[in-house]
C-alpha cells in the first residue's frame, strides 16, 4: 500500500524511555510522590546531539505497578511526579527540536482504576459495569466474586470495552488533555492488534482536529500490518516483522533473511504489503532482550545498527543501549528497564550519532524505493534512490574485505556512516566487519 500523505514522524529518529525504569521508581505504587520525571530534562541535551528529534515515552500516568495498569488517565504516575513536571520536560524536549510521543494504553486498565473497583464494590448497580467485559456469574483470580477479561489472561490487566461510547468519551477527553495541556506530538498506542478498529478510525479523526501533524504509531506484532497502518487509522507500526531478522541474519550468517523481508514488504512492485508505509525499525526496546546481548558476535552490533538507519522506515534507539549496555529477557523485564543516573557515550555512540543524522538529512533513506543489487550470505548493498538522490546501504558481516561489483551509476560518494570518500570505480571494496552508507554524487 503506498500513500502520498506526509507527517513529521516520516523523518524522525525516535529515542525511547521507559520513564518508571530509567528514573528510578519502586516497582509497586507506593503512593509516595518524588520528582523522578524531571531527570530527562538532564538528557535534553545528550537525546539532541545523538541526532534524535523524537522521545517516545512508555506509560508515564498513574497506574499500579508497571505504568501498563492504569489508575488515572489524567494524572503523572505519582511516583515520577506531577503533572506540571511533565509539563516541564515536554515543554524543555521542544525547546531542543524533540517531538514527544506518549504511550496509550487503551485496551486496558490497572485493578486499581476507579471505575473498576466501582463495580467490585457495587456490583449491578454500579454505572461502570458496561465499562468493562464482567460476568456476574463467575470469579476472579483476586475472588472478586465476579469475572472479567484481561489482557491475554493477564488479570492484573482489566480489558475495557471500548464498543461503549461512554468508555471511548472517557479516553478521548484525556487524549484532548494531553494534548492541549502537556503539548505532546502523538500517542503510541499500545497493544494495537488488540483495538477496535472502529474506535482507531474515530481516535484519528479526533487527534486530526486537534492538533496539525499529530502522529499515531501502534503496537504491533503479527498480521498484514497495512490493515492498521492506513489514511483512516495510524500513521505507523512496530516493524517486528523485521526486527528479529536485523539479528539473525548476522547470527546465521544469512543476509538473505533481512534482505528478503525488506524487499518483500518494501520493494517496488504492486504487491510489496508495505509500499510507502513508515514502520518504526529497532533493534530492541522495553519488551526485548539489549541490542549488545543478542548478537553472538559483538562486532556485528554496529552493522546491525547502520543496516537499521539504511532500511525503509523510522529508526527507534532504546535508552542505554546507544553506547551498549547489556540485559537479557530471560532475567526479567526490570533488567530491560534498569535506573541510570546519566547519559555516556563511546565509539557506538557516535557511531549512532552519524546515522541519525544522516537518517534526517538524507532523503532517500526516509522516502527511498529498495533494489538490492549486491547480495551473498555475509554481504548486502541496498539500494534507494528518491526525487533525484541515490545511497547505498553496504554491509559485509565477513572477517575478510569484500570487491562488491555493480553499476551504481555513479563515480564516487560521501560515506555518511565513516564520514570518507567512496570510489566506485574498480569495484567496491568493503572492510571486513564494516557498514557503509554512500550518498552518490
Known sequence: MSSNEKNWGYEAV???????????????????????????????????????NAVYFSPVFESDTHGYNTRDYKRIDTRLGTNEDFKRVVDTLHGHGIKVVIDGVFNH??????????????????????WFHINF???????????????EGNFDLVKLNLKNPAVVDHILDAVKYWIEYFGIDGIRLDVAYCLDFDFLKRLRGFTDGLKEDFFLLGELLHGDYSRWVNPEMLHSATNYECYKGLFSSFNSGNMFEICHSIKNRFGPENWCQYRGL????????????????????PAHLPLAYTLMFGMPGIPCIYYGSEWGIQANKSEGDPALRPALDKPESNGLTELITRLAHAHRECKALCYGD?????????QCIIQR????????????????????????????????????????GGGSRIAPMSGHIWLCK
Open 109 to 130: 486498565v490497572g485493578r486499581g482504576f476507579p471505575q473498576f473497583r466501582d463495580v467490585c464494590e457495587k456490583r449491578w448497580d454500579s454505572p461502570y459495569k458496561d
Open 278 to 297: 513508515h514502520l518504526l525499525n529497532f533493534l530492541d526496546n522495553h519488551d526485548v532482550t539489549r541490542a549488545a546481548s543478542v548478537f553472538n558476535d
Open 137 to 151: 456469574d463467575g470469579n476472579s483470580n483476586y475472588n472478586d466474586g465476579l469475572w472479567y477479561e484481561g489482557w
Open 370 to 378: 529498495v533494489k538490492i543489487p549486491v547480495l551473498t550470505n555475509k
Open 14 to 52: 525516535f529515542y525511547q524511555i521507559y520513564p518508571l525504569g530509567m528514573c528510578g521508581a519502586p516497582y509497586e505504587n507506593d503512593g509516595v510522590q518524588e520528582h523522578r520525571i524531571l531527570k530527562v530534562i538532564d538528557w535534553a541535551e545528550h537525546i539532541e546531539k545523538l541526532g534524535c
Open 385 to 424: 534512490d528518491y526525487d533525484g538522490q541515490r545511497v547505498f546501504i553496504a554491509i559485509n558481516a565477513d572477517d575478510h574485505e569484500y570487491v562488491a561489483h555493480f553499476d551504481a551509476g555513479y563515480g564516487c560518494a560521501d560515506d555518511l556512516a565513516t564520514g570518507t570518500y567512496h570510489d566506485f
